[in-house]
């Protein structure tokens, strides 16, 4: 009797298995289904249901993770060679993960393939947490990225697309995202293509490799599940010389969506034109970490470095210290005073013209005004002819023509001395921040580390020493407690930096 209950509860047992198996795609159907087809040249509708009905992304969420990293990048905060200290909330994230575990370090190229190839939540997390400093903050900036975008019914919550109330996006803005991601980041499309990649601590398969093997001329770009989205995916394809791009949300299952992609693409490809001129998506405006929304650690990302070099203001030297000061104006007065009836007499003479005859044609000019007011061409040249002058008042006997006469002048006061401040002051370490194999690595691995610890390498200078064993990196002319400071707050940052003493 014991062993016919112990079968009976087995046997309920497996029922209730067979129940929840066969409801699960029925739970995964009850998601509303929306779609969206759009000849990628030209950004043209072919198709569209539901298009605009808000809905849960599941994993598609990373692909605006992926732009803003992207973008991120491009702009110089920070680099895909950035190693990022994994959080504990990160490394608890649930699958799909990588694995990784807190305070494991990794650089951000394998986060980055992680969350593109394998859909790693762990990785989409690290990523926004390594760009903005917390995922809130990181969320704030893909919800400004997505208006620049054109999203308008778009709101992002977390980097990864778990099911979060109020985290909800709609087939037509991720198929504009979708857009975005292939003419904005060309260099990085490719990702969404590998059957399988390198993840830094092993390698992973894409979750969209069944399409990506089906369909012809498919190369991208993401999937995505939970219950409460059920299967969605936003795919690309490339025949000839048209691409289209179709989104699905709330699939079935893995193959029944891939069925109604496909389905959607032949329709796509059908009702695009054979040819058609590129018209791609504008740049959005640039939306970076703004605000409260900057790296809350040390090292959690770089700055975006402006330089003003446009001159605002000009002033005169002052003049030498004990420089005699000269009359200069006066003297040039009456200089030119004196001479104007001289000039008068060489231009006549250039002109071949008599000068009794000249003379008498100016004389009466010279004796109504004493300003010359007219530009004439005389023998091929501009000559300032005086339309009239008198002759001049006498010159006031104080005023000495330097150049006619000299006269004792009082000893100028003794000169005050201006010695050049010590540079050194105490500046007497360094630091070294690598050794490369060329000048250019060393230079640029000096700039990179200048715009990246501002703060404290403001002061030092940049210097390239070759030695024996490559080309060292340094930073000179710092003092003891700048060079400590700096190394330390580099090393925070998992950058190599050593303190070089006095020698």
Same mark, same amino acid.
């Given at each position: 009797?014991?062993?016919?209950?112990?079968?009976?509860?087995?046997?309920?047992?497996?029922?209730?298995i067979g129940c929840?198996?066969a409801? !699960?795609? +029925?739970?995964?159907?009850?998601?509303?289904?929306?779609?969206m087809?759009?000849?990628?040249?030209?950004?043209?509708?072919?198709?569209a249901?539901?298009?605009?009905?808000?809905l849960?992304?599941a994993?598609?969420?990373? +692909?605006?993770?992926?732009?803003?990293?992207?973008?991120? /990048?491009k702009?110089g905060?920070?680099?895909?060679d950035?190693?990022?200290?994994?959080s504990?909330?990160?490394a608890?994230?649930?699958?799909?993960?990588?694995?990784?575990? !807190? %305070?494991?370090?990794?650089?951000?190229? @394998?986060?980055?393939?992680?969350?593109? $190839?394998?859909?790693?939540?762990?990785?989409?997390?690290?990523?926004?947490?390594a760009?903005?400093?917390s995922?809130?903050a990181? !969320?704030?900036?893909?919800?400004?990225?997505?208006?620049?975008l054109?999203?308008t019914?778009?709101?992002?919550?977390?980097?990864?697309?778990?099911?979060?109330?109020?985290?909800?996006?709609?087939?037509?803005?991720?198929?504009?995202?979708?857009?975005?991601?292939?003419?904005?980041?060309?260099?990085?499309?490719?990702?969404?293509?590998?059957?399988?990649?390198?993840?830094?601590?092993?390698?992973?398969?894409?979750?969209?490799?069944?399409?990506?093997?089906? @369909?012809?001329? !498919?190369?991208?770009i993401?999937?995505g599940?939970?219950n409460?989205?059920?299967?969605?995916?936003?795919?690309?394809?490339?025949?000839?010389?048209?691409?289209?791009?179709?989104?699905?949300?709330?699939?079935?299952?893995?193959?029944?969506?891939?069925? #109604?992609?496909?389905?959607l693409m032949?329709? %796509?490809?059908?009702?695009?034109p054979?040819?058609?001129?590129?018209?791609?998506?504008?740049?959005?405006? @640039?939306? %970076?970490?703004?605000?409260?929304?900057?790296?809350?650690?040390p090292?959690?990302?770089g700055?975006?470095i402006?330089?003003?070099?446009?001159? #605002?203001?000009?002033?005169?030297?002052?003049?030498?210290?004990?420089?005699?000061?000269e009359?200069?104006?006066?003297t040039?007065?009456?200089?030119?005073?004196?001479?104007?009836?001289?000039?008068?007499?060489?231009v006549?003479e250039?002109?071949? $013209?008599?000068p009794?005859?000249?003379?008498?044609?100016?004389?009466?000019?010279?004796e109504?005004?004493?300003?010359?007011?007219?530009i004439?061409?005389?023998?091929?040249?501009?000559?300032?002819?005086?339309?009239? +002058?008198?002759?001049?008042?006498?010159?006031?006997?104080?005023?000495?023509?330097?150049?006619l006469?000299?006269?004792?002048?009082?000893?100028p006061?003794?000169?005050?001395?201006?010695?050049r401040?010590?540079?050194?002051?105490g500046?007497?370490?360094? /630091?070294?921040?690598?050794?490369?194999?060329?000048?250019?690595?060393?230079?640029?691995?000096?700039? #990179?580390?200048?715009?990246r610890?501002?703060?404290?390498?403001?002061?030092?200078?940049?210097k $390239?020493?070759?030695?024996?064993?490559?080309?060292?990196?340094?930073?000179?002319s710092?003092?003891?407690?700048q060079?400590?400071?700096?190394?330390?707050?580099?090393?925070?940052?998992?950058t190599?930096?050593?303190?070089?003493?006095?020698?």
């Amino acid at each position: 009797m014991t062993r016919f209950k112990q079968l009976a509860r087995f046997g309920l047992f497996l029922a209730v298995i067979g129940c929840l198996v066969a409801l !699960a795609p +029925m739970r995964a159907h009850a998601a509303p289904y929306a779609a969206m087809v759009i000849d990628a040249r030209t950004g043209k509708v072919l198709h569209a249901r539901n298009a605009d009905t808000r809905l849960h992304p599941a994993s598609l969420t990373k +692909m605006m993770t992926l732009y803003v990293a992207f973008e991120a /990048i491009k702009h110089g905060e920070i680099s895909a060679d950035t190693v990022v200290t994994i959080s504990a909330k990160a490394a608890s994230e649930p699958p799909s993960k990588l694995g990784l575990r !807190a %305070g494991q370090k990794i650089k951000l190229r @394998y986060l980055i393939r992680a969350a593109a $190839v394998k859909s790693a939540n762990d990785a989409a997390t690290a990523i926004g947490e390594a760009i903005s400093g917390s995922e809130a903050a990181f !969320a704030r900036r893909m919800n400004r990225t997505a208006k620049a975008l054109g999203m308008t019914r778009t709101h992002f919550k977390n980097a990864h697309g778990l099911t979060e109330s109020g985290h909800l996006s709609t087939a037509r803005d991720m198929t504009t995202l979708g857009r975005h991601i292939f003419y904005d980041h060309p260099d990085y499309y490719n990702l969404f293509s590998r059957r399988s990649t390198d993840a830094g601590v092993k390698a992973v398969n894409n979750t969209n490799r069944r399409f990506l093997n089906s @369909y012809k001329g !498919a190369d991208g770009i993401k999937t995505g599940y939970t219950n409460a989205a059920g299967f969605n995916l936003v795919a690309s394809a490339e025949r000839g010389q048209e691409r289209i791009i179709t989104t699905v949300f709330g699939g079935r299952s893995t193959a029944s969506r891939n069925a #109604k992609v496909a389905e959607l693409m032949d329709l %796509g490809f059908r009702r695009a034109p054979s040819h058609a001129a590129v018209r791609k998506p504008a740049l959005p405006v @640039y939306a %970076g970490n703004v605000g409260g929304d900057i790296p809350a650690e040390p090292g959690a990302a770089g700055k975006t470095i402006r330089l003003i070099t446009a001159v #605002k203001r000009s002033p005169r030297p002052a003049p030498r210290p004990g420089a005699a000061q000269e009359p200069v104006i006066d003297t040039q007065l009456a200089s030119l005073t004196d001479s104007i009836k001289d000039a008068v007499v060489a231009v006549t003479e250039d002109a071949s $013209v008599p000068p009794e005859a000249e003379a008498v044609a100016l004389a009466p000019a010279i004796e109504t005004s004493p300003v010359p007011t007219a530009i004439q061409p005389f023998g091929g040249e501009a000559t300032v002819i005086p339309a009239a +002058m008198s002759s001049p008042p006498p010159r006031p006997a104080a005023i000495i023509l330097t150049s006619l006469e000299t006269t004792a002048q009082p000893a100028p006061a003794a000169p005050e001395i201006v010695t050049r401040m010590s540079t050194s002051g105490g500046r007497h370490y360094a /630091i070294n921040v690598g050794v490369l194999g060329s000048r250019y690595q060393a230079e640029r691995r000096l700039l #990179k580390t200048a715009l990246r610890e501002i703060d404290t390498l403001d002061e030092a200078l940049r210097k $390239v020493v070759k030695r024996s064993d490559g080309w060292h990196a340094n930073f000179v002319s710092m003092t003891q407690e700048q060079a400590d400071l700096a190394c330390r707050r580099l090393n925070a940052r998992n950058t190599r930096c050593k303190v070089i003493g006095p020698s």
